[in-house]
């Protein structure tokens, strides 16, 4: 997998951190939780090596040939309608790596998995990719961004 080597590295990460030196959070009379944790600069660097690694990236639960969740199974399922080239497709498999499983939430600032990325850039997890299919509106992203099968553009097929 692409992110294992790098991930590996942030597996021990230090035990000071910046919400750690922070004097408020030290106080013995402050009740403030952190919610999140900092995303290491190791671990950004590598999910956004993976970002960019294809036009078409999904973070998900298993594989497109083995999905391990509903809405994994469910996205693949529409990236295959729309008709996304597989040769500008790829997926990681957060379930291989648990920095990547947890640092993919923070990274785009959504909290479940499957997540979507198509040229870069968030577009959402499963209940987002069927709202955009069913509407049309990820057809249009698709084909704007030119990353269909020739010839597949939805709604055109049979048409010479």
């Not at 987002?128 to 299919?133: A, C, Q, T, V, Y």
């Not at 597949?152 to 010479?160: L, N, S, T």
Request: hydrophobic share 40%; with cysteine; charged share 20%.
């Amino acid at each position: 997998m692409l992110l294992r080597p790098a991930l590996s590295a942030v597996r021990n990460p230090s035990k000071s951190s910046l919400l750690s030196k922070s004097p408020l959070l030290s106080s013995p009379h402050t009740h403030v939780v952190p919610t999140a944790r900092l995303l290491s600069t190791t671990t950004r660097a590598a999910i956004t090596k993976a970002v960019s690694s294809a036009p078409v990236v999904l973070f998900m639960k298993g594989t497109p040939e083995t999905p391990q969740c509903g809405f994994s199974r469910a996205s693949i399922q529409i990236l295959g309608l729309q008709g996304v080239d597989p040769a500008k497709f790829t997926a990681f498999n957060v379930l291989e790596d648990e920095e990547l499983r947890q640092g993919i939430k923070e990274y785009s600032d959504w909290p479940t998995i499957p997540q979507l990325y198509v040229e870069k850039e968030f577009v959402g997890g499963c209940d987002i990719l069927m709202s955009m299919h069913q509407s049309g509106e990820l057809g249009k992203l698709l084909e704007e961004k030119g990353v269909l099968v020739e010839g597949e553009v939805e709604g055109e097929e049979g048409k010479a």
